[in-house]
């Protein structure tokens, strides 16, 4: 069982930068491949970034690429998601997931434990 909780959303104009950490609680944290997700209203759910166990394999999406970067802390039980260049267009909850994955992956129908999002809204 992995309780995720996230933290660093909020309101920044477009050109900023945030940082989301997601801090994991329960057993084996090193063990799950970890991921982001975004969701905006009236929108379906987003692949955003990937890691492995290890922190040695990322993946991310095309809309992220170049701008957003995911790392792990495993000592601290934590996932990071440094954003830069934020756009409108990157308006949505956030969300941190677990994967049995240990190579992290894109399937969102491969996480099995999610928290419970974060605000990330960029202004004009």
């Known amino acids: 069982q992995v309780q995720l909780v996230e933290s660093g959303g909020g309101l920044v104009q477009a050109g900023g930068s945030l940082r989301l950490s997601c801090a994991a609680s329960g057993r084996s944290f090193s063990s799950y491949g970890m991921g982001w997700f975004r969701q905006a209203p009236g929108k379906e759910r987003e692949f955003v970034a990937t890691?492995?166990?290890?922190?040695?394999?990322?993946s991310y999406g095309d809309s992220v690429k170049g701008r957003f970067t995911i790392s792990r802390d495993n000592g601290k039980n934590t996932v990071y998601l440094q954003m830069n260049s934020l756009k409108p267009e990157d308006t949505a909850v956030y969300y941190c997931?677990?994967?049995?994955?240990?190579?992290?992956?894109?399937?969102?129908?491969?996480?099995?434990?999610w928290g419970q999002g974060a605000q990330v809204t960029v202004s004009s």
């Open positions: 890691i492995s166990w290890s922190g040695t394999i990322t």
């Open positions: 997931a677990a994967s049995w994955r240990v190579s992290g992956t894109i399937d969102g129908a491969q996480y099995g434990y």
